[in-house]
């Protein structure tokens, strides 16, 4: 069992794949980790990239999906599929910050935190170089989830996150699997006395590839706080 295992959701990603495996090797020495890939079956290839990859380097894995797809659910599938004391989720497409890891493990595994989130909200993190329209949704996003969840986290909007084994075990059964945003998911149904950490990155201008925000999205997040919020306004 690795120290950490890492899962990456991905769809149409193949020329960001081995870029990215490069930069965890580069910054988790010292750490026993692997990586997950889990596809939605890309048109473009991906999974044949992972899997050619995997040939040549043990601690890369693919899981491909066929007939299924969402973000939230190949988070779960993908942690499900692998066991270690500690999960990271990240996206595929270099945006998120591979050099936080280890610090982020570290608040782990020395200072009780049970959640550690990459924000981009504070402690010197940012959005980069997001343009006004994009800030101006991603914040009013951060402050009705809060307002409507009762959470405190800075990022609420993150996918990149580490969580236990320990965490999950007990959140499993209660997740909803839809729509994009795991981390809430997994921080509206985490027990009493949940200890969540953060640690700021810069978020990164996409590297290739399209960015997959749009208004579906949007109406994702919107439904999932509907049916989240006290009093469940839907069911």
């Known amino acids: 069992m690795p120290d950490l295992a ?56 693919c899981l491909k999906r066929v007939g299924r797809r969402g973000l939230s659910s190949a988070c779960i599938e993908g942690m499900q599929q692998v066991r270690a004391p500690v999960y990271a989720i990240m996206d595929a497409d270099l945006q998120h910050d591979e050099t936080r890891l280890p610090l982020m493990l570290a608040k782990i595994r020395s200072a009780g935190v049970d959640i550690c989130i990459g924000t981009r909200y504070a402690g010197g993190g940012s959005v980069g170089t997001w343009g006004l329209g994009r800030r101006l949704i991603s914040r009013a996003a951060t402050w009705m989830t809060n307002r409507l969840l009762g959470t405190r986290i800075s990022d609420p909007m993150s996918g990149f996150f580490m969580v236990t084994d320990g965490i999950m075990q007990q959140v499993y059964p209660r997740l909803d699997g839809q729509g994009f945003k795991i981390l809430l998911d997994i921080v509206v149904n985490a027990p009493k006395g949940v200890v969540i950490g953060e640690v700021p990155f810069t978020f990164r201008p996409r590297m290739a590839g399209e960015s997959k925000l749009g208004i579906s999205v949007i109406v994702a997040l919107l439904v999932f706080l509907m049916k989240k919020a006290p009093g469940r306004l839907i069911s």
Request: charged content about 30%; cysteine-free.
């Open 6 to 61: 890492i899962v990456v959701p991905t769809y149409n990603e193949s020329k960001n794949i081995r870029e990215l495996v490069g930069r965890l090797d580069g910054v988790l020495a010292g750490i026993d980790w692997q990586v997950l890939f889990v596809d939605d079956d890309s048109p473009d290839g991906t999974a044949d990239v992972v899997r050619a990859l995997g040939e040549e380097h043990s601690r890369v894995s």
